[in-house]
């Protein structure tokens, strides 16, 4: 793991419990599930890290725009007897 997700064929560099899962499987050929990997991580004092600061990328005005157009959408709500 500590050579990242890229080493092991991944497109980014996020280690998620569902390709830690995957990794541990090809391994060592063993099954745990999503839940039995967090514990098993969590017992041997692995831990989960945020980015301390966003990406420099980011456009904070773009964010803003797509969830006040985007997000929301067209939706269809249907309630029963009106």
Do not use: C, N
């Not at 560099?13 to 899962?21: D, N, P």
């Not at 599930?33 to 514990?39: K, P, Q």
């Not at 420099?56 to 007897?81: C, S």
């Amino acid at each position: 793991m500590e050579r990242g997700p890229l080493a092991h064929g991944w497109a980014d560099q996020r280690w998620t419990l569902a390709r830690v899962k995957k990794l541990i499987g090809r391994l060592f050929r063993i099954s745990y599930t999503v839940e039995g990997t967090w514990r098993l991580l969590k017992r041997h004092s692995w831990s989960w890290r945020q980015p301390a600061r966003r990406a420099i990328e980011r456009d904070d005005d773009a964010v803003e725009l797509w969830k006040k157009e985007v997000w929301p959408g067209p939706r269809r709500v249907t309630i029963m007897g009106i």
